[in-house]
C-alpha cells in the first residue's frame, strides 16, 4: 500500500494530520537548510516509532530546537541537552538528541565546502544512483541515518522517486513544480 492508499484508509484527527502532510509536504523539494535539517531530525525521531507520533509532535519539536536553525542547534550546550531531555513534547531520547546538535555542527561544515545543504544534496545526486550510495554517504557525514532513514528523507524531499502514486494528484503537482525549476 503506498502513503497515497494510506491516506484513504484512516480518519478523524490522525487523517487530517496525515493528509496535510501527503498533501503539501511529503515529496516536495526543499530549499531552506533549515527546513532540510527539520525534515532529517523528523525522520531520525521516528526511528522505532509511528510517524503519526512525529506528525502531532511536530510543533513541540519546533519550539524545542529553535525552529531547527541550524546555527542555533549547531551551538546547543549541555544546558540545552539537559532542556530537552526533560521536555515531554518531544521524543526524550539522548542519542537522537545528541544526533540533532552533531547533524547541525555537520550541516554547517557541509555548507562551508558545499554553500548550502540543498546544494550539497543537488552536488551528489547528480553522482550517487541508488540507495546504498546514498546510506553509505549519509552514514558518514551524519549520525543516527540508517537504510529507512535516508530513504524516507530523500524520498520526502523529493531526491528519491515514489512519495506518490502516478494517479495521485499531488505526483503531478509536484512533478509541474520540478520541470518549472
Given at each position: 500500500?503506498?502513503?497515497?492508499?494510506?491516506?484513504?484508509?484512516?480518519?478523524?484527527?490522525?487523517?487530517d494530520?496525515?493528509?496535510?502532510?501527503?498533501?503539501?509536504?511529503?515529496?516536495?523539494?526543499?530549499?531552506?537548510?533549515?527546513?532540510?535539517?527539520?525534515?532529517?531530525?523528523?525522520?531520525?525521531?521516528?526511528?522505532?516509532?509511528?510517524?503519526?507520533?512525529?506528525?502531532?509532535?511536530?510543533?513541540?519539536?519546533?519550539?524545542?530546537?529553535?525552529?531547527?536553525?541550524?546555527?542555533?542547534?549547531?551551538?546547543?550546550?549541555?544546558?540545552?541537552?539537559?532542556?530537552?531531555?526533560?521536555?515531554?513534547?518531544?521524543?526524550?531520547?539522548?542519542?537522537k538528541?545528541?544526533?540533532?546538535?552533531?547533524?547541525?555542527?555537520?550541516?554547517?561544515?557541509?555548507?562551508?565546502?558545499?554553500?548550502?545543504?540543498?546544494?550539497w544534496?543537488?552536488?551528489?545526486?547528480?553522482?550517487?544512483?541508488?540507495?546504498?550510495?546514498?546510506?553509505?554517504?549519509?552514514?558518514?557525514?551524519?549520525?543516527?541515518?540508517?537504510g529507512?532513514?535516508?530513504?524516507?528523507?530523500?524520498?520526502?524531499?523529493?531526491?528519491?522517486?515514489?512519495?506518490?502514486?502516478?494517479?495521485?494528484?499531488?505526483?503531478?503537482?509536484?512533478?509541474?513544480?520540478?520541470?518549472?525549476?
Open positions: 500500500m503506498t502513503y497515497c492508499e494510506y491516506i484513504n484508509t484512516i480518519s478523524g484527527e490522525t487523517h494530520l496525515h493528509k496535510e502532510y501527503h498533501d503539501n509536504h511529503y515529496g516536495f523539494p526543499i530549499e531552506s537548510d533549515d527546513e532540510l535539517f527539520e525534515r532529517l531530525m523528523f525522520e531520525i525521531n521516528q526511528a522505532g516509532l509511528s510517524w503519526i507520533l512525529i506528525l502531532k509532535k511536530q510543533h513541540n519539536f519546533r519550539k524545542a530546537f529553535d525552529n531547527f536553525n541550524v546555527e542555533r542547534v549547531a551551538s546547543y550546550s549541555d544546558d540545552d541537552l539537559q532542556r530537552l531531555m526533560n521536555d515531554p513534547g518531544i521524543i526524550r531520547n539522548r542519542l538528541i545528541n544526533a540533532a546538535i552533531e547533524n547541525a555542527k555537520n550541516i554547517l561544515a557541509i555548507r562551508k565546502e558545499a554553500g548550502s545543504f540543498r546544494n544534496l543537488d552536488m551528489h545526486s547528480d553522482k550517487i544512483n541508488s540507495l546504498e550510495g546514498w546510506t553509505k554517504l549519509f552514514r558518514k557525514t551524519f549520525r543516527f541515518t540508517g529507512e532513514i535516508v530513504n524516507e528523507f530523500l524520498m520526502s524531499t523529493g531526491y528519491l522517486p515514489g512519495a506518490h502514486s502516478p494517479d495521485c494528484p499531488v505526483f503531478e503537482q509536484i512533478k509541474q513544480i520540478k520541470f518549472t525549476k
